[in-house]
């Protein structure tokens, strides 16, 4: 228990401290920060870890994981599974998805270079941005958070609030495009 324990508040400490540092220390380098401030929370997590009891002075005997080494390996799979599973692929999927797309597709061409005009036509595997912009047009659709008249597409009542939240959490977290 004491490892269930260890990785939930270390993870809510990483969550606040990337939400800060995002917020007062940009950097175009974000995932690279949050790396390191995951590497700092294990460094805190180890050495508290080692200076307080197994039992936490709460936790009742049936609750201890034996032998300690195991409950303390627990620890660190959980924390860093909520990290890399979690905050880090989540950031990751905002950010930077498109951009690794990119990179796959130079990558396997044959030159290992492209210019914009065979990105638009070729981006996913030769699908083309177009049908990128489709593909979302349809997910949005279906979810109903925008509506289709004619050519043109308008936010929904729920389309709206689901903006207004996504916009507030980035400018929250300061993801806006820097100059």
Same mark, same amino acid.
Do not use: C
């Given at each position: 228990m004491k490892a269930i324990i260890f990785a939930t508040a270390t993870t809510i400490v990483l969550l606040a401290v990337v939400t800060i540092a995002f917020r007062f220390h940009q950097t175009a380098q974000r995932a690279r920060q949050m790396t390191l401030i995951y590497l700092s929370c294990?460094? !805190?997590?180890? !050495?508290?870890? +080692?200076?307080?009891?197994?039992?936490l002075g709460f936790l009742a005997p049936s609750l201890l994981i034996e032998p300690g080494w195991l409950d303390f390996s627990l620890m660190l799979f959980f924390f860093s599974t909520a990290f890399f599973g979690? &905050?880090?692929?989540?950031?990751?999927?905002?950010?930077?998805? +498109?951009?690794?797309?990119? !990179?796959i597709d130079v990558e396997q061409t044959?030159?290992?270079?492209?210019? &914009?005009?065979?990105?638009?036509?070729?981006? &996913? @595997? @030769?699908? @083309?941005?177009?049908?990128?912009?489709? *593909?979302?047009? =349809? @997910?949005?659709?279906?979810? *109903?958070?925008?509506?289709?008249?004619?050519?043109?597409?308008?936010?929904?009542? *729920?389309? =709206?609030?689901?903006?207004?939240?996504? !916009?507030?959490?980035?400018? +929250?977290?300061?993801?806006?495009?820097?100059s």
């Open positions: 294990v460094m !805190l997590s180890v !050495l508290t870890w +080692f200076t307080t009891p197994v039992d979690g &905050a880090l692929q989540l950031y990751n999927l905002a950010d930077r998805g +498109f951009s690794l797309r990119i !990179l044959d030159s290992h270079a492209i210019d &914009a005009d065979w990105l638009v036509a070729n981006y &996913a @595997g @030769g699908k @083309g941005l177009t049908w990128m912009y489709a *593909k979302r047009i =349809e @997910g949005l659709l279906e979810t *109903k958070l925008v509506d289709r008249k004619a050519e043109i597409i308008e936010l929904t009542s *729920k389309g =709206e609030r689901a903006a207004a939240v996504l !916009l507030a959490v980035h400018r +929250f977290l300061r993801l806006e495009p820097q």
